[in-house]
């Protein structure tokens, strides 16, 4: 089975400065696909940033970019320029490639960010 | 509708009573997942329909907890005779359902069951 690991349970940044968020995970699997959400406390999930295992590059999304080491099973988020806005728990997740229920999410336990004026 | 809806957002119960949770999927979105969200097991998967296959159930943590998706939209959880451990925030999410691993799944807001 998947695990997804987030070492950091809260973590605090100044407004406009830029902060990393760590994930590991563990799989057997060679090629998958690894998620970061956003759940602000409204709780309605976000989808931040998506990657898939089989390519090296790394995804961006305007503030946001991961850096993905395959070998090392590591999946870190790193958001630019932090807002306000950005305050929220996030998690990261796994799905297995394949069809069927492969699609369901394994998630990490979260990490709360608070984003400080 | 725009997004994913879940009603109603939330619900107290007392031990031993039965619950029902509805959502709402985006409309044209074939895929529907249940997940549940709480402070000891953080988010679990619990079930997964796709159009008129049959669900995988393989996360439902009891024979007390099922799920139905009537007409391939909206979906109802229930709990049968609650107990205290079932407390949590319980999310449903959507996609297309044909793009596999790279489509989205949107989330609904989450019912927020307390169990007394």
């Known amino acids: 089975a998947q695990t997804v690991t987030q070492s950091q349970p809260e973590m605090s940044v100044q407004e406009a400065e830029t902060v990393t968020l760590s994930c590991t995970y563990d799989?057997?699997?060679?090629?998958?696909?690894l998620f970061w959400y956003k759940q602000p406390p409204s709780r309605q999930m976000i989808l931040v940033i998506r990657?898939?295992?089989?390519?090296?590059q790394n995804a961006t999304e305007n503030r946001f970019s991961v850096n993905f080491q395959k070998a090392a099973k590591s999946f870190s988020l790193k958001i630019s320029d932090s807002q306000l806005g950005d305050t929220a728990m996030y998690f990261c997740?796994?799905?297995?490639?394949?069809?069927?229920?492969?699609?369901?999410?394994?998630f990490g336990k979260g990490t709360l960010l608070t984003v400080n004026p | 509708g725009a997004g994913v809806s879940q009603s109603p957002s939330n619900k107290v119960t007392e031990k031993g009573k039965d619950v029902e949770l509805r959502c709402d999927p985006i409309?044209?979105?074939?895929?529907l997942y249940w997940y549940r969200q709480s402070l000891g097991q953080g988010l679990e998967f619990l079930i997964y329909?796709?159009?008129?296959?049959?669900?995988?159930k393989s996360g439902l943590p009891s024979d007390r907890f099922s799920a139905e998706r009537t007409g391939g939209s909206v979906s109802t959880l229930t709990i049968q005779r609650t107990q205290q451990e079932d407390s949590a925030v319980y999310l449903c999410?959507?996609?297309?359902?044909?793009?596999?691993?790279?489509?989205?799944?949107?989330f609904g807001p989450g019912t927020r069951l307390l169990v007394l």
């Open positions: 999410a959507s996609s297309l359902g044909w793009r596999g691993a790279w489509e989205t799944q949107y």
């Open positions: 799989t057997s699997e060679n090629n998958y696909y």
């Open positions: 990657q898939e295992a089989y390519k090296q």
């Open positions: 997740a796994f799905m297995k490639p394949g069809g069927g229920s492969n699609y369901k999410l394994t």
């Open positions: 409309s044209g979105h074939t895929a």
């Open positions: 329909f796709q159009g008129n296959s049959a669900p995988d």
